[in-house]
């Protein structure tokens, strides 16, 4: 036997969160458009003129948003990719492998699931861990903007890449309820 006790605030706020952010950067699909998309659509959207809500006005930005990616795993003994093997490794700006002595940058790093706290997510091209490449976006839109501008002069999305998404967490006082946001762009293997 079950209980459940749903509110209608929940579908409300899914669906006000989801209008909010039509039309951003997931009908882009490849990878040159998804940082002029980001910072024209989606940024602007995140940070509103009111420090800390989203552009509705309503719901309040915790923490700080997230862009995750997930790459393809490239084999040098081949010379190819491996589209469904997921990159684990770590590496130095510009996907530079790490020399004997070298830490990794931390965009270039890669996080486990466990340690991101994340989920698996089912895309319309594949099934995605919780792991990943992670960038952290900031708490106002300059610093988002020039994280941006830095990860696009160091190529950090490029072909190797698979799945890009961003994460946040929203709370909407209103109807006491948070949310927590996930967008995902899917590359194919073919481009």
Same mark, same amino acid.
């Given at each position: 036997?079950?209980?459940?006790?749903?509110?209608?605030?929940?579908?409300?706020?899914?669906?006000?969160?989801?209008?909010?952010?039509?039309?951003?950067?997931?009908?882009?699909?490849?990878?040159?458009?998804?940082?002029?998309?980001?910072?024209?659509?989606?940024?602007?959207?995140?940070?509103?003129?009111?420090?800390?809500?989203?552009?509705?006005?309503?719901?309040?930005?915790?923490?700080?948003?997230?862009?995750?990616?997930?790459?393809?795993?490239?084999? =040098?003994?081949?010379?190819?990719? /491996?589209? &469904?093997?997921?990159?684990?490794?770590?590496? %130095? *700006?510009?996907? +530079?492998?790490?020399?004997?002595?070298?830490?990794?940058?931390?965009?270039?790093?890669?996080?486990?699931?466990?340690?991101?706290?994340?989920?698996?997510?089912?895309?319309?091209?594949?099934?995605?861990?919780?792991?990943?490449?992670?960038?952290?976006?900031?708490?106002?839109?300059?610093?988002?903007? =020039?994280?941006?501008?830095?990860? /696009?002069? &160091?190529?950090?999305?490029?072909?190797?890449? %698979? *799945?890009?998404? +961003?994460?946040?967490?929203?709370?909407?006082?209103?109807?006491?309820?948070?949310?927590?946001?996930?967008?995902?762009?899917?590359?194919?293997?073919?481009?």
């Amino acid at each position: 036997m079950a209980y459940a006790n749903k509110s209608p605030n929940e579908y409300n706020l899914n669906n006000a969160i989801s209008q909010s952010f039509s039309g951003t950067f997931l009908q882009s699909g490849n990878i040159e458009d998804f940082y002029s998309s980001t910072s024209n659509s989606l940024l602007p959207k995140l940070y509103s003129q009111y420090t800390g809500f989203i552009t509705d006005g309503n719901c309040f930005l915790l923490g700080s948003p997230r862009i995750r990616q997930l790459r393809r795993a490239f084999e =040098s003994a081949n010379g190819q990719s /491996q589209y &469904n093997k997921e990159e684990t490794g770590n590496y %130095k *700006a510009g996907w +530079v492998p790490l020399g004997k002595n070298d830490t990794p940058d931390c965009e270039w790093k890669y996080y486990t699931e466990k340690e991101l706290v994340g989920y698996p997510i089912w895309g319309q091209l594949g099934w995605y861990s919780g792991g990943g490449f992670v960038v952290e976006l900031g708490k106002n839109i300059s610093y988002a903007s =020039s994280t941006l501008t830095w990860l /696009q002069t &160091n190529q950090w999305l490029d072909t190797y890449t %698979k *799945a890009v998404f +961003v994460e946040f967490n929203v709370y909407n006082a209103n109807v006491q309820l948070f949310c927590l946001v996930t967008f995902l762009m899917e590359t194919s293997a073919i481009g």
